[in-house]
């Protein structure tokens, strides 16, 4: 039986955090009723996977999705019964914001459908959630996470650190503290500056807003040892949980299976005609309406991916895992083995500098591999070689 997960996006938030580069957007006023109809109709047009696949994982992305109105979400998963053959224990997780307006629909959610949670808490420390443009404070964190666990049966949330001058002594106390929170799952991004965000704005300036590489390093050292300890060692390189209390949906994405993409700038991955197809939806939220409402999707690009391009997703998604690319999903995606996907030379100096480990089985990122884990892909993936590609070195 092939699996595979829908996302749906909701583009709008209350407001635009200065780190965020997500396709997300503040709107005085929204319609419901007209974007739950514009959803419904595009989850219609978009139910074209072969019927023998099941449907494994649903997960409500932003934007802020929780400012949907339950019923939106109720009806969304009333039509996913009449289009999918969903798995009888299938995770739907919606994305949340701790704010009172929001907790307090949890168990409207819980009575929609929804069975897991992942909640933006981002810190734990007033002063830092204020740099971050964030709209709760540390006392709503936690509130919201203790009437999350009286509904969910899981739920995970978001902690941000490697913010500027943070140390190693209060970074331990906060993700100690969040460890008391916790229900199996934490995610624990490290801050870094993307473009076109205010961040890169102020950061062009000359402010400090990261830390330096090495004591972000050393934060991530201790992040691992804490974690381990605690029992929710990584699975990917910013995720960590109980044993089988992964995020279902995430591990799709980063196992390069497929998934359905609805709403604005939703992007998906689908296997047809043996193929790999790239899905992607007009971006901008009222252009994707007036698309769905005039021709019934929003559909904007649909493209079959390239062997050399489904290597490259394929590797830059698996070696996020702590297990590794599978080799034989490799060989599946792309129909190369590991010595005509990458250069000898390559796959030899990764490994001789202990950042890479390969078996008969899997490529992994070692501990130091992880830390490095953007240049070593890109390395990796510059000696790369796919029918008529030749690298350069």
């Known amino acids: ?131 971050l443009g964030r709209r709760h404070s540390a006392k709503q964190a936690l509130k919201a996470l203790e009437i999350a666990s009286s509904y969910f049966p899981r739920y995970s949330f978001d902690l941000i650190y490697a913010r500027p001058d943070q140390t190693v002594a209060s970074w331990k106390a906060e993700l100690l503290k969040a460890l008391t929170f916790t229900k199996g799952h934490l995610s624990l991004y490290q801050l870094t500056i993307e473009p076109q965000t205010v961040f890169a704005t102020r950061f062009a300036r000359g402010e400090k807003l990261i830390l330096e590489d090495d004591p972000a390093a050393t934060l991530y050292e201790l992040t691992e040892d804490i974690m381990n300890t605690a029992g929710l060692p990584a699975y990917e390189v910013s995720n960590y949980a109980i044993p089988t209390q992964e995020c279902r949906h995430n591990l799709l994405y980063w196992n390069f299976e497929d998934y359905i993409g609805i709403g604005p700038g939703a992007h998906g991955r689908i296997t047809k005609w043996g193929k790999k197809w790239a899905t992607s939806r007009y971006k901008a939220p009222e252009t994707w309406l007036e698309k769905v409402e005039k021709q019934g999707h929003g559909l904007e690009l649909s493209q079959s991916l390239s062997q050399l391009e489904r290597l490259q997703e394929v590797t830059l998604m698996g070696l996020r895992l702590t297990s590794g690319l599978e080799i034989k ?40 591999g992880r830390l490095k884990l953007n240049s070593v892909i890109a390395y990796l993936l510059k000696s790369a070689r796919s029918g008529t590609y030749n690298p350069k070195s």
């Open 329 to 368: 999903r490799l060989f599946e995606e792309t129909n190369l083995s590991v010595e005509n996907a990458y250069t000898s030379h390559a796959l030899e100096r990764l490994e001789k500098e202990g950042l890479l480990l390969v078996t008969p089985t899997h490529i992994t990122a070692t501990f130091e």
């Open 1 to 131: 039986m092939r699996f595979f997960g829908l996302y749906i996006h909701w583009p709008f938030c209350l407001s635009k955090c200065p780190y965020c580069d997500f396709n997300s957007h503040v709107r005085e006023k929204i319609n419901q009723r007209r974007w739950k109809e514009a959803l419904l109709q595009e989850l219609e047009s978009a139910a074209e996977i072969n019927e023998n696949a099941m449907l494994n994982s649903i997960f409500f992305g932003g934007g802020t999705p929780s400012l949907m109105e339950p019923d939106t979400i109720a009806a969304l998963l009333e039509k996913v019964n009449t289009l999918f053959s969903p798995a009888f224990d299938i995770e739907v997780t919606l994305e949340a914001n701790p704010s009172t307006v929001e907790f307090n629909r949890f168990k409207a959610f819980h009575d929609a459908g929804i069975n897991r949670l992942s909640i933006g808490v981002q810190s734990l420390d007033d002063e830092a959630l204020s740099f």
